[in-house]
């Protein structure tokens, strides 16, 4: 039995002349331990699959077993980092994720958790700003403290939907090593979902690809048979990235093809637009 | 640490450039004070060109009115009465002076006379308070109540009883209207159900709800004598001015951002929690609009209501002056009239700033 398994997901928004159906008969399933990347183009139903599995949302027909149970409503035990971060934006970093390392352990004295926030906010090298507001935070700091909220928490599982959008290539990298380095040390399972194949082959043991919606569905599987831990800058003269990065981009390429000669709709490749929580 | 050393270098490094800035920024000051002196300027002209329309229209209204007035001696009793009605005119008598709008001298001279009139009750009240004392202090220790002053009350303690209508009225209407409209808020069912009912009575009129609140108060107060003008207008203006925070805050809780609710459930927090710390934050905003609405609505109805339930506030206070029609009551109406607006537009500023303070996105010009 896999740790987390999806089965013949349908998922249909509206009702009527105004439903569309954003997912169509997805299966994928996750053994404990693995790190699994999803890539995909904008608007094919990503977030709408993380909060599938995450448990904000139903399917519409089909199942999703965590494991081996219903997934009925959402869980301390799967940690969500979401892709427009959903800071409070009445509270201050500190207190953002206080809030979450309260309900994820209720027991701890104030200044065990207090010591956690701290721990956390240093993580992803947001000391200097642990009393502001997120208003005042760009972006990318925004999505830092979005990580450092979710992995607070401790869950078993990691969901990620689209976390280092908005990060420079050097910030983005020690968040991944952070983030590798929670997954690995802790046995953690993970699941992320990139717009950047790189990123999938760097962090990922398996990249699966979701087709253009509507009606997306999941597309063959690939794996990534690189050492870990894996060295960044080695990997571009490994033959085995080389291969496995062509072949991914050939195949999205294919698709992304195949749907504008059938839609005459232009796919651009995924490139998130975060959602300002404050506007 | 790191700061310190940036900030110490910019210093030194920026020194040259010292002269350089003092000289920019006296020029920007002198910008400023053109553009304050042109925008203070403006006010200035169009409060004395408001002065100037405002003497030239009484002016023209006694006018009219004298000449009537002569004109229908003339007609009715002839020559001699018109004279007789012209000189006294003139005169300044105050037995046959037209009573129109007044000018705004006059007003200006009402409003001296009511602040004068201030000063005198004053007196009298401290002077009957020293007279009182001992036979207070002396009924007091037998378990009497003391003897009060119940004098006339002075424009200003008029002025202070109408705001202290409103503040008790807007009180009620917070401590209804806000926790009601939480819980309507939250619940689509209770929305739906309490729709009509907020419907129907939201645009009854002040004048209705008086009477309502008459109706049930005086019950209420059966068999005792004590003065309830000043209860029944509260409530009245409580129950009329509510509905704006109702309706507002039923909206800012039913709307809050999706993202937040996801927020909540991910988090799993208890219902308390996620009302007090994700849905009533993010619906503050609008809660305060809303209570600035009700504040602003509880001032204007408060005259009519003060009106009828006879409370010793400015409505009473206008109608009175209305029905007195003394030679200077006119202008004290219009005395009246710039001290509710005046006092209005402060209210307003003090709702709009405790507003800008609890509302987490201000800067982003919502
Ligand atoms: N609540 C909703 N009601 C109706 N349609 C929705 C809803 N949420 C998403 N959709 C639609 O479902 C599709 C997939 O949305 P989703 O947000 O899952 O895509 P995504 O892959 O995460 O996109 P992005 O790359 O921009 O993050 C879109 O066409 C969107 O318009
Ligand atoms: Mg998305």
Redesign the pocket.
Known sequence: MAYLELNNIYKI??EGDGA?E?LSDINLSIEEGEFVAIV?F???????LVNLINGLLKPTSGEILFKGEPIIDTSHERGVIF?NYSLLPWLTVGQNIYMAVKEAFPNESKRVLQQRVKDYVAMVSLSPAINKRPKELSGGMRQRVAVARALAMNPEMIIMD?PLGALDALTRGNLQDEILNIWSKDKRTALLITNDVDEGIYMADRIIPLKP?PNATLGPEFKIDIERPRDKTALNDNPNYKKTRNAIIEYLMDIGEARKSVSQTEYIL?E?SPKSFVA | MEQDITLKKEGQGLAFLKPMLVKLTSKFQQGDLISWLKKSGITILSIALFLGLWHLGSKALYNKEANYKIEKALTEQGQEAADAERACIASGDSSCQPNTLPAPSQVWASLQSLIADHKVITADKAAFAQKMEATNEKLIAQGKDAIVYTGRASFIDIVLTSIKTVFAGFLLALLIAVPIGIIIGLSPSLRSAFNWFIQIFKPVSPVVWYLLVFMIVKTLYIGDSSDNAFVISFISVGLCAMWATLVNTAMGVSSVDKDYINVAKVLKLGTFQKVFKVILPSSLPLIFTGLRITLSVAWMVLIAIELLAQSQGLGLFVWEEFQNGANDSNSKIIVAMFVIGIIGFLLDRLMLMVQNMVSFNKNEGV
């Open positions: 928004y509206g569309t954003v995909g904008t608007g094919s139903g990503k977030t709408t892709q689209e919606g995924p998130i």
